[in-house]
């Protein structure tokens, strides 16, 4: 995300805390802030979910339609997503088309989906070579507040476990539950001077120099990961990421059911 200008009594307030395993909110490093998610909440998506970490907010909807399957793809349907910074979420965010880091949203979050072959494609295919189903995830921030990866990440999903094929509509059979085969969890952390933190708020993502989103399967499998920021992660850093995406990863599954 874009930077913003944080004062130095800020920024030294938060890494003095960090220095005793604190954080300005109250929250340890490892811990997440409260999540909450609301499944249902747009009436002419197919499917949407509502999700908030702590502050942030974001919406998602879901939009099925028949379409033409790509050239190398015939038999498989098809994803697309796409994600709006619109200005009322943060000062930080401008009209217009969308920029580089609402380009950088949707494709962190597109790749977790995709690689975690979450959607079965496979099953989307209505006639091969001729017509597909075709799904649109469209991502909207409500209220930025940090980590809008983890918050949108955890909608899209919850959006597309709950989104129908509306065959009916269309005259392609009985309407069906979109076919899903797990659920998979991004987790952030961003590298404050040499400390890792989870999910960081939007102070704690201006002072941080690196940042890195890892989404894992059901069975803790790696499926994607993002770096950000200019700052360097070692491997021993890498490996401690890693092994919190999935421990993190496991309890955010359970939030969801």
Not at 35 to 60: C, F, L, P
Not at 138 to 161: C, E, H, K, P, Q
Not at 222 to 236: H, P
């Amino acid at each position: 995300m874009s930077r913003a200008i944080i004062s130095e009594i800020r920024k030294n307030h938060i890494l003095g805390l960090l220095k005793d395993g604190r954080r300005i909110d109250g929250r340890s490093p490892g811990d997440t802030r409260e999540i909450s998610v609301e499944t249902g909440v747009i009436d002419s998506a197919d499917g949407s979910a509502i999700v908030k970490y702590g502050n942030t907010e974001v919406i998602v909807g879901i939009k099925i339609i028949p379409g033409t399957p790509f050239g190398d793809t015939p038999g498989k349907g098809v994803l697309t997503t796409g994600a709006e910074l619109i200005p009322m979420a943060h000062p930080l965010f401008e009209s217009g088309p969308p920029g580089e880091n609402a380009i950088e949203l949707a494709r962190v979050v597109d790749r977790g989906i995709r690689e975690s072959g979450m959607v079965d494609v496979d099953k989307l295919c209505i006639k091969e070579g001729e017509e597909v189903w075709m799904c649109f995830i469209d991502i909207y921030a409500l209220n930025y507040d940090g980590n809008l990866f983890d918050a949108t990440n955890l909608a899209a999903v919850s959006a597309l476990r709950t989104a129908t094929v509306p065959a009916e509509q269309y005259k392609k059979g009985d309407n069906h539950p979109l076919p899903t085969t797990c659920i998979p969890i991004s987790v952030t952390a961003a590298k404050i001077g040499n400390t890792l933190i989870l999910d960081p708020n939007f102070d704690e993502e201006q002072i941080s120099s690196a940042r890195l989103t890892i989404t894992t399967d059901d069975d803790g499998n790696y499926r994607a990961m993002q770096k950000g920021g200019d700052g360097s992660i070692t491997l021993d850093e890498l490996t401690q990421c890693l092994d919190m995406a999935v421990e993190k990863g496991r309890e955010i599954r359970k939030i969801i059911g």
